[in-house]
Structures are given as structure tokens and as C-alpha cells.
């Protein structure tokens, strides 16, 4: 499976980006898809993830509210729609594959497969 990550960029606070990533492959409804983002000098951390049919979906308490992360199958798409933006937002963000359930989707060992990353920088 291979992943690629795309729309990041600049955008002052409060502004919006949409984030998408696209998966190669047949079997993309099988995965549960998640995004982490990674600001510098910091670890990786958990900020969404979706279910198999888009029906379940999980976010880190600091985006609640202001992300939506949703699927399109047809497409082997998913997207992060980021509203309200903060600085503390920059980070590069990933996009990733789960292809069974190990533990929680919360935690980056979970997934077997990770996009190159995409650059997301929020301007105060």
C-alpha cells in the first residue's frame, strides 16, 4: 500500500485547509485510516482516524470540533478538513493505513503503512 499525502501549505489563524491522501491499491475499505501530525521537536501525535465504512470516527481532544476527517472508497480518499486553525497547528501531518485492529487507532504503532507527510503551516 502506498500513501500520498497532499494540501498542505501556509494559511493564517483561523483559516481552513483540506487535507487529502491517496491510497494505491484494492483493498482500501478494508483499512482504518488515520491522520498524526509531528511538530518539530516534538513526538508524533494522534489527531484522527476513521472506520472501515467512514461511520466511526475518532479525534484528539485538541481538534474536536474544528477537524472532520472522512473516506470516499470509490476514490481510495481520505480527507482532514481543518477549520478554525491555530497556530499550534503547524506540524507535518501523515496519513496512515491500519489493516487489522491491534490496539487503539490513537497510537501510531498501530498502523502498518505512513504517507510522506505534508506540510501544514498556520501563521498567528
Known amino acids: 500500500v502506498q500513501l500520498q499525502a497532499s494540501g498542505g501549505g501556509l494559511v493564517q489563524a483561523g483559516g481552513s485547509l483540506r487535507l487529502s491522501c491517496a491510497a494505491s491499491?484494492?483493498?482500501?475499505?478494508?483499512?482504518?485510516l488515520g491522520w498524526f501530525r509531528q511538530a518539530p521537536g516534538k513526538e508524533r501525535e494522534f489527531v484522527a482516524a476513521?472506520?472501515?465504512?467512514?461511520?466511526?470516527?475518532y479525534y484528539a481532544d485538541s481538534v474536536k470540533g474544528r477537524f472532520t476527517i472522512s473516506r470516499d472508497n470509490a476514490k481510495n480518499t481520505v480527507y482532514l478538513q481543518m477549520n478554525s486553525l491555530k497556530s499550534e497547528d503547524t506540524a507535518v501531518y501523515y496519513c496512515?493505513?491500519?489493516?487489522?485492529?491491534?490496539?487503539?487507532?490513537?497510537?501510531?504503532?498501530?498502523?502498518?503503512?505512513w504517507g510522506q507527510g505534508t506540510q501544514v503551516t498556520v501563521s498567528s
Open positions: 496512515a493505513a491500519d489493516t487489522f485492529t491491534k490496539a487503539s487507532l490513537e497510537r501510531a504503532a498501530e498502523y502498518d503503512y
Open positions: 491499491g484494492r483493498t482500501f475499505s478494508s483499512y482504518q
Open positions: 476513521i472506520g472501515r465504512r467512514g461511520g466511526v470516527t
